[in-house]
């Protein structure tokens, strides 16, 4: 092969026209780049995060049941919610000759 | 108003990710006509368009803004253009005749006298005769030859040291002169063929 014939191509490829992109084709781009934020921030501190709102309330709830369970119980029963359950537990749980 | 990249960039930085579509506009010619040198099938090319942007996209804050934002992202176009001749290349380990014209033919045949090719039939022939070189040779040939780029630029978007750009371009168009030669065997076999 001649030396030649090989630059006679590479000047007659050189002249091919070159593609454009096609109208739109951002919108293409941009639909798969934001088809990889989600799956990219999908760590369990980012999630813990976005759930953050919904579990504070439910902690405040717990609390304020527990306190109200206290209260309503102290009341009831003139003891507190400790010697409560701790009266439970001798009578019930940890009896040794059942009921 | 027009803004230059910089300024778009530090708006994208700052959460206004709808910003980089208007980088993709003004830079989509550009990977289109890098990255077209290496591959000829229009919808392959725009998937190869895509994964720039996207490379690019997940590495923005790796951009330091010393060089123009274009000649980053031809960095990455030829970093996706390289490992896109990898996997073709293992694909295609033959030379397909088939896809030539028998314009293209006849050129390689041994008349002097022929007339030229067309652009494209040229590129397709180029291209056949390209599958013979390392996917690093095929990038420093066609941005040598096709693209006009110096050796400094070809130095710049490989990461490639001078020595090493010279030496496989003359490797490349040493074993592209052989690849045409077969071609040229192989025109002449499939012409004997068909008489």
């Given amino acids: ?99 | 108003m027009a803004t230059d990249d910089a300024e778009l960039l530090a708006r994208i930085r700052n959460g206004a990710t709808d910003d980089f579509a208007e980088l993709v506009r003004r830079h989509q010619d550009h990977l289109f006509a890098v990255l077209c040198r290496y591959e000829r099938d229009r919808q392959k090319l725009e998937d190869l368009v895509q994964e720039t942007f996207l490379k690019a996209w997940r590495a923005l804050d790796q951009f330091d803004g010393r060089a123009p934002f274009q000649h980053w992202l031809t960095r990455i176009a030829i970093r996706v253009a390289i490992d896109h001749l990898r996997k073709e290349r293992r694909r295609h380990n033959e030379v397909g005749l088939e896809n030539l014209g028998p314009d293209a033919l006849e050129w390689l045949g041994d008349d002097p006298q022929g007339g030229g090719l067309e652009a494209r039939q040229a590129a397709e022939l180029l291209a056949l005769a390209m599958r013979e070189l390392s996917p690093a040779e095929q990038v420093v040939i066609t941005m040598q030859e096709l693209e006009g780029r110096s050796v400094k630029e070809i130095c710049q978007c490989t990461g490639s040291s001078n020595v090493a750009v010279r030496v496989r371009a003359m490797r490349a168009r040493t074993k592209l002169r052989r690849g045409l030669e077969r071609l040229q065997k192989a025109g002449r076999l499939r012409a004997g063929t068909r008489l």
């Fill in chain 1, 1 to 99: 092969m001649k030396k030649n014939r090989l630059e006679k191509l590479f000047h007659m490829a050189k002249g091919e026209s070159v593609h454009k992109a096609r109208t739109g084709f951002e919108i293409r781009v941009m639909r798969a780049i934001r088809q990889e934020v989600p799956a990219q921030s999908a760590s369990l501190l980012d999630q813990l995060n976005a759930l953050f709102p919904r579990l504070a309330l439910a902690c405040a709830m717990c609390i304020l049941l527990c306190l109200s369970a206290e209260v309503v119980l102290t009341n009831a029963s003139r003891t507190d919610l400790v010697s409560g359950v701790a009266s439970i537990s001798e009578d019930w749980l940890f009896a040794t000759k059942g009921f």
